[in-house]
C-alpha cells in the first residue's frame, strides 16, 4: 500500500493559464474524491468517481473545471483559464467499498498559487 | 448554518491535559468521520463511526446520534497532538443510476496547539 498520490505537490500559475493535476489512489481502490480546501476551512466536495464514471459534481465546479479517470485507476482534474480564486489546496481521497461508510484515504495534496 | 459545526475554532493545551472538540452535524448521516491534518496538507483518517464509541490508542471518538453530536477526546495530550482535527458527516446517497456512495460534508476544522 503505497498511499494516494498527488502530483504536483505545488504549482505556481499565472492567471488565464490552464493546470492539470494528477491523482493516483491506492491501486484496488473504486472510488476516488477530489476536493478543494482554503485557507481555515475544511475541504469541499469537488467531484466524485466510481471507477471510470464520474457520478458527482459539485456547482462549485464552473465549466473550467474538468476531471477524468479514464481507466478507473488515476485522474485528473484540469483548470482551465485559472483564476485567482481557484488558488487553494486540491485533495484526492480514495475509497475502497460498494455503497458507502469506506474509510478515506487522502493525498498530500496539490497547493495551487495563481499569480 | 453550516451542515456541520465544530467548536472550538482554536484549541491551546498543556501536555498531558485533557481535550475534547466538539461537532454537530444538522444532516442525517451514515457515518461521521474524524480526520486529522498536518501543516503542508495531508489527511489522515482517525475514526469512521455511526453509533457509540470508539477508541484508538489515546484518542476516542463517540457519536450521539438522536443528538446528532459527535466528540473527538485524546488524553495525556501531547505535543505531536498538534494538528487540525477535522469531522465530516458522511451521507449515503444514490445516483440516477442507483449506484450507492457516500458524500461527505466537512467542518471547518480546530486548530490544536498543545505546548510541551
Given amino acids: 500500500d503505497t498511499g494516494v498520490s498527488q502530483n504536483p505537490r505545488h504549482k505556481i500559475t499565472k492567471r488565464g493559464q490552464n493546470v492539470t493535476f494528477r491523482c493516483d489512489p491506492i491501486s484496488e481502490h473504486n472510488r476516488l474524491y477530489w476536493y478543494r480546501q482554503t485557507l481555515g476551512q475544511g475541504p469541499e466536495f469537488l467531484t466524485y468517481f466510481q471507477n471510470e464514471a464520474q457520478l458527482e459534481k459539485s456547482r462549485l465546479l464552473s465549466d473550467r473545471f474538468s476531471a477524468e479517470r479514464p481507466k478507473g485507476s488515476f485522474s485528473t482534474l484540469e483548470i482551465q483559464r485559472t483564476e485567482q480564486g481557484d488558488s487553494a489546496m486540491y485533495l484526492c481521497a480514495s475509497s475502497l467499498g460498494t455503497a458507502y461508510n469506506s474509510p478515506l484515504h487522502f493525498g498530500n495534496g496539490t497547493r495551487l498559487t495563481v499569480t | ?116
Avoid at chain 2, 26 to 40: D, E, F, N, R, T
Avoid at chain 2, 71 to 86: F, Q
Fill in chain 2, 1 to 116: 448554518k453550516n451542515e456541520v459545526e465544530q467548536s472550538p475554532q482554536n484549541l491551546t493545551a498543556q501536555e498531558g491535559e485533557f481535550i475534547t472538540i466538539n461537532c454537530s452535524y444538522s444532516v442525517g448521516i451514515s457515518a461521521l468521520h474524524w480526520l486529522q491534518q498536518h501543516p503542508g496538507g495531508g489527511i489522515v483518517s482517525l475514526f469512521m463511526l455511526s453509533s457509540g464509541k470508539k477508541k484508538h490508542g489515546r484518542l476516542i471518538a463517540t457519536i450521539n446520534i438522536q443528538e446528532k453530536h459527535s466528540s473527538l477526546h485524546i488524553t495525556a495530550s501531547h505535543p505531536r497532538d498538534s494538528a487540525v482535527y477535522i469531522c465530516a458527516a458522511e451521507k449515503g446517497l444514490m445516483n440516477a443510476g442507483g449506484t450507492s456512495y457516500g458524500k461527505l460534508t466537512f467542518g471547518q476544522g480546530t486548530i490544536l496547539t498543545v505546548h510541551p
